[in-house]
């Protein structure tokens, strides 16, 4: 498949939204107690078939848990997860048609390349050396490291390790692929290129993938869907640009990139158009849903990226936002700075511009009093 018909794919497919759509792996009230710790509380999720799904979330929120017992490592306190339609909370992990790769790879040191990916297959009844061979080759294919099957993993890099480690758990042809933490081990750039590489070959096999990570960037780049998890509950599951753009608690907002937070109360409100008093900004402009109830107190949240800073007031429709303060730091990225702005309230607010022009002297500097200023439309009303 090319890239471009990948893409279309990705772009069509949300079989969320369709009420009539079956969930291909749905857990149901499922709960998990390690002594007096709830690993995983009451969670009651369905993931579509070949969906790209993340579980996110700080460490010890309960992901990884989560995942074992969808694998069978783990067995539920309370609840039962089915797949297909058939309840599998009973079925031994071996028996089910799921397979785990692991952060760590481990792949066997003394084998090679070609009998690591083989080592599930062997475990399988049934199936013949030539079989074998023939899966293991094209496994070695699939992950595009045909040549390199007589090699032993010390012999290889990091990512290649970790290409053999995806060989050997698709070589078995699971329905779904749960992945924890799988590209941890690899440093930022390869391990950019890899979530790609990972995104195709997932779309390319049909396969439903479940990830586990707490590397926030990530999840938002492979996923379809992402689900928040904080203290072994869900937070929130949703699609990137949802959680990023509609972040449903303080929590996912501030858990997903960056954001301002103020705290205020509703001073008027007209339909969808709100005014929330904010001790750290002033009066705050934000357009809400027109359902949405707001009485009394209410924060709004506010992406760095949305909020444009300049020495000078905007004027007209610009104004409705517009606070003054003195640049307090400057992080320079190359292709993005940051300013961090305090207000005369105290409260810091973090700007973030893209640099789209080259600059050797930059014009705002530290100590210079600037202009912030957003529309009511970049505010994100948070509910808790
Ligand atoms: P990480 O990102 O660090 O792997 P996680 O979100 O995957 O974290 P889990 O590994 O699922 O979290 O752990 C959830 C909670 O359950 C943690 O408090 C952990 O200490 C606890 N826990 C997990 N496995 C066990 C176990 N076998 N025995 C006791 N407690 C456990």
Same mark, same amino acid.
């Given at each position: 498949m090319s890239g471009e018909s990948l893409g279309s794919v990705r772009r069509a497919f949300a079989p969320w939204t369709d009420p009539d759509a079956k969930p291909f792996v749905c857990f149901k009230g499922v709960t998990k107690r390690f002594g007096p710790v709830m690993a995983v509380d009451a969670v009651s999720l369905d993931i579509f078939e070949r969906e790209f799904f993340s579980l996110l979330g700080p460490s010890g929120c309960g992901k990884t848990t989560l995942l074992r017992m969808l694998a069978g490592f783990e067995t539920a306190n309370t609840g039962y997860i089915f797949l297909d339609g058939v309840n599998? =909370? @009973?079925?031994p992990p071996h028996r089910r048609p799921v397979n785990m790769m692991f952060q =760590? *790879?481990? $792949?066997? /040191?003394?084998?090679?390349v070609e009998q690591n990916i083989a080592f599930g297959l062997r475990q399988e009844s049934g199936v013949s050396k030539a079989a074998m061979a023939d899966r293991t080759a094209e496994m070695l294919k699939l992950v595009q $490291? @045909?040549? *390199?099957? #007589?090699?032993?993993?010390?012999?290889? =890099?990091g990512g290649q390790q970790q290409r053999v480690a995806l060989a050997r758990s698709l070589a078995k042809r699971p329905k779904v692929l749960l992945l924890d933490e799988p590209l941890g081990a690899l440093d930022k750039k390869l391990r950019e290129e890899t979530q790609f590489e990972l995104m195709d070959l997932q779309m390319d096999l049909g396969l439903t993938f479940i990830i586990v990570t707490h590397d926030q960037e990530e999840a938002m780049t492979v996923s379809d869907r992402i689900a928040v998890m904080n203290e072994g509950r869900l937070v929130q599951v949703a699609t990137p640009g949802e959680i990023y @753009?509609? /972040? #449903?608690t303080r929590y996912v907002a501030d858990f997903l990139g960056s954001i301002n937070l103020f705290d205020g109360t509703l001073a008027s409100r007209n339909g969808a158009a709100a005014v929330v008093e904010t001790g750290a900004a002033g009066p705050l402009h934000v357009l809400i849903d027109e359902g949405t109830e707001l009485a009394g107190s209410a924060t709004i949240g506010v992406r760095p990226e949305k909020i444009s800073i300049g020495f000078d007031r905007p004027n007209g429709a610009g104004r409705l936002n517009t606070v003054k303060g003195e640049i307090w730091d400057i992080a320079y990225y190359g292709d993005l700075s940051t300013y961090h702005v305090k207000l005369s309230s105290g409260t810091i607010v973090k700007v973030t511009v893209t640099n789209t022009t080259r600059l050797v002297e930059r014009p705002i500097g530290w100590d210079d009093e600037v202009w912030l200023a957003w529309p009511p439309e970049a505010g994100i009303l948070i509910a808790e």
């Open positions: 599998i =909370s @009973e079925v =760590s *790879y481990a $792949l066997f /040191p003394h084998m090679t $490291l @045909e040549g *390199y099957g #007589k090699r032993r993993p010390n012999q290889l =890099s @753009e509609q /972040p #449903k």
